[in-house]
């Protein structure tokens, strides 16, 4: 998926149902977006972790906020668990693009369980990291606890995934980082 916004190329890397952290339940399919993505950007913007929290086989994971980002630290992550995989995730990111703004977005206000508690652990990360955040449950205005913008704004009704209209009238403005 390619879109341009505003002149800036975005290439969307990831599918539905696919996890950061590996697990069985998949087949060990994860993002792995560094793989894939172009050599030159100006800026990285990253989104996961929905269907971390949806998958009984995905643990949470462990997080110490105040170890320093030593090689032995990252050497010790465990992909298996959200927050290991989303540690993974960003140091790859930071070694393949060195010194590049790097954007993580939080999705919108879902009525899913486990997903506060794995929203939560990803902005605890990305400070730790020093990844920059930009949480729609609080920025962008939609909720599918509400029935009418669930059905309205989200693939068939799903809560999760927004149409063209929710990205259009919820995403858009606070993500447009140009």
């Known amino acids: 998926l390619l879109i341009k916004m505003k002149n800036i190329a975005i290439i969307g890397s990831g599918s539905w149902g ?3 952290a590996i697990h069985l339940a998949k087949n060990g399919n994860k ?5 894939f993505a172009q050599d030159e950007a100006d800026f990285i913007v990253l989104e996961g972790g929905v269907n971390d929290a949806w998958s009984s086989e995905i643990a949470l994971g462990d997080f110490n906020a105040s170890a320093p980002l030593t090689s032995s630290y990252i050497s010790n992550l465990v992909d298996t668990t959200y927050t290991g995989a989303l540690e993974t ?8 693009w060195p010194g590049k703004l790097i954007f993580f977005i939080i999705p919108h206000n879902m009525d899913l369980s486990n997903t506060k508690s794995y929203m939560d652990r990803a902005e605890e990360v990305c400070k730790k990291w020093g990844v920059i955040l930009i949480d729609l449950r609080k920025l962008s205005g939609m ?4 029935e009418y913008i669930k059905t309205t704004y989200t693939n068939a009704s799903d809560g999760v995934h927004p149409n063209r209209a ?3 009238k919820f995403y858009i403005k606070p993500i ?3």
């Open 176 to 178: 447009d980082i140009s």
């Open 143 to 146: 909720n599918t606890y509400n």
């Open 89 to 96: 995730l960003f140091n790859n990111v930071q070694t393949k």
């Open 18 to 20: 696919v996890a950061l």
């Open 31 to 35: 993002v792995k977006i560094w793989s």
């Open 166 to 168: 929710g990205y259009e």
